[in-house]
């Protein structure tokens, strides 16, 4: 896979947080997702919560699995430390990672295929141990990197690109994570960057495992009649060894609407989401009415965005529950990190 690294010529008047550093300092390679994909746009909301919260780019962990979402973490903060795991065995590496230095921020972006098919077990283990990281789901309802077929998170009756209906119904990622006793639950819309962001940078703090779901419209598969997330145009020019697809041009979708208020999104095939803001005394830290208000709006049509589930940080999170030491593993000294055969034996002792 070929990367292109932007330009990274700097206007010398752009805002500079308490680092010294610009927005430009976060970025990563040029995109090369379809233009309009929703995924492009939590690229940019991923680089500006990095920025707003001046996180050192050393600092930063980017991770992923395999699928349209997974190439995200090239497109920004380039200057962090990245790797690319393989199809939905990207918790597994994190906790591998967290467990050997706690004294980052890490952030893994998987999508609906990622985290709920192959690497459902694996995300629903990182959810009990509680994990310190930032898990975002790109969640578009589809396989975009195989051409459209019904994710997890695809909804009853909506229609693939060649016409077959859902009948199977959806995993939600929101309800499964309160339900596992996740304690940081969001959702949000790719489009919404006011309310995205903000999201993102308490995630990166929150001292546990963070869960963002995110609706992020595709714009290859989701033009036809009857899609409830993504959007499908697609020309396909067949040559006896050639298959060629021709992905036009579409505008960036956004929204922009108060607490509590409902707004619906038109996506580019002319289908509509109903998206509902949480209202302003909503109150996140009541697991149990946070998962019946999830439930009892998606009866409605209602998509909720915000953050809808918050539990204080009394739990044992992942290295307390495991005495950890505070000192990253990489700087102990060898003389504790191999205290010699006398010791071993007494270890082993304990389990004779």
Known sequence: MTFIP?????????????LGLTRRDYE???????AGCGHDSITAAII??????????????????IGCSSKTTAYFVSGGHGFNSVHGRMPSIAMGANAANRDLYYVGVSGDGDSLSIGLGQFCHAIRR?????YLIENNGVYGLTKGQFSASADIGTKAKKGEVN???PIDPVLLAMNLGAGFVARSFSGDKAQLVPLIQAGLKYP???????LSPCVTFNDH???TKSYAYTREHFEPVVQADF??????????????????????????????????????????RAYGYVQEHIAKGEVLTGLLHLRPTDQSEFHALNRTPEQPLNQLPYAKLSPGSKALEKVLARYR
Request: proline share 8%.
């Open 6 to 18: 932007k330009p990274k010529v700097a206007h010398p008047s752009l805002p500079k947080n308490a």
């Open 225 to 227: 009649e009857g899609s």
């Open 130 to 134: 509680n994990l310190n990281m930032l």
């Open 28 to 34: 990563g390679a040029l995109s090369t997702l379809c």
């Open 247 to 288: 992905v036009p041009f579409q505008r960036e979708i956004t929204a922009d609407y108060g607490a509590g208020q409902a707004m619906p999104v038109v996506l580019h095939d002319g289908s509509r989401i109903l998206l509902r803001k949480l209202a302003e005394d909503y109150d996140p830290t009541d697991a149990g």
């Open 167 to 169: 009948q199977q119904p």
């Open 208 to 214: 546990g495992f963070a869960v963002i779901d995110v």
């Open 48 to 65: 500006e919560a990095c920025w707003g919260i001046s996180a050192r780019p050393e600092n930063v962990v980017k991770l992923s699995g």
